[in-house]
């Protein structure tokens, strides 16, 4: 079964909207969560780390004030896309590591289509 | 350059072939190597870590040289459902971020 949930997995949104994104890790908690984006036939890349009860770090380039992070639980971290624009339509992708067998496994979401028209 | 480089291929085989992709990575503090299946529209799942010594996993080897900054992913017996892309991901310390590359497109055909 899932181990990391992301929802929703598809939106659609207009011009100039807010959009939601949130990421759970289900039965175990996650103090570090990453927030990827994929454009089409490209790689994933990273655009933040969301750190539970501190700030996230940005990766160069990502403007921190159009994608809002919180990371308010140990199991929840959510991405805001603040007043989307076409040019952010893409796959946003979370992930969470989980510790097994003494090896940190990163498990990912299912992804978050954004169509924003 | 690139941190992660792969070749985007598109590589196409027929059933039962043998297949080989690379991998490059810029970063020598690397320390953890991993091969992600990504399916069409679909989050990347762990294939398989990769470790020093080389690994395999049924069909899948994975090989890798640190000297290099190289790593490899071997299938033998391709199925039609290995028709994916497959990521090269490294990551630096324990815990840390990952970067991907690019990703390789393999489709194998009946």
């Known amino acids: 079964g899932a181990v990391v949930s992301q929802h929703p997995s598809w939106v659609i949104c207009k011009s100039g909207t807010s959009v939601k994104i949130e990421c759970r890790s289900l039965d175990f908690q996650a103090t570090t969560m990453f927030w990827y984006r994929q454009f089409p036939k490209q790689s994933l890349m990273l655009m933040a780390t969301?750190?539970?009860?501190?700030?996230?770090?940005?990766e160069q380039g990502v403007e921190k004030d159009k994608f809002l992070i919180n990371h308010a639980s140990l199991t929840l971290s959510t991405l805001t896309v603040t007043s989307a624009h076409p040019e952010d339509s893409s796959f946003y992708i979370c992930?969470?590591?989980?510790?097994?067998?003494?090896?940190?496994?990163?498990?990912f979401g299912a992804g978050t289509r954004l169509s924003v028209l | 350059r690139k941190e992660v480089e792969q070749d985007p291929g598109p590589f196409n085989v027929p059933e039962g072939a043998t297949v080989a992709f690379n991998c490059t990575y810029s970063?020598?503090?690397?320390?953890?190597f991993f091969w992600y299946r990504q399916d069409c529209r679909k989050e990347p799942k762990l294939l398989m870590s990769v470790y020093s010594s080389g690994n395999e996993d049924g069909r899948f080897t994975a090989q890798l040289n640190r000297a290099s900054q190289y790593i490899s992913l071997l299938i033998r017996d391709s199925k039609l459902s290995d028709s994916a892309t497959y990521l090269c991901v490294v990551r630096e310390y324990n815990n840390n971020d990952m970067r991907f590359g690019a990703g390789t497109r393999l489709t194998v055909k009946p």
């Open positions: 969301s750190n539970e009860g501190s700030k996230a770090t940005y």
């Open positions: 970063n020598s503090a690397s320390q953890s």
């Open positions: 992930s969470a590591t989980r510790q097994i067998l003494a090896k940190n496994i990163q498990y």
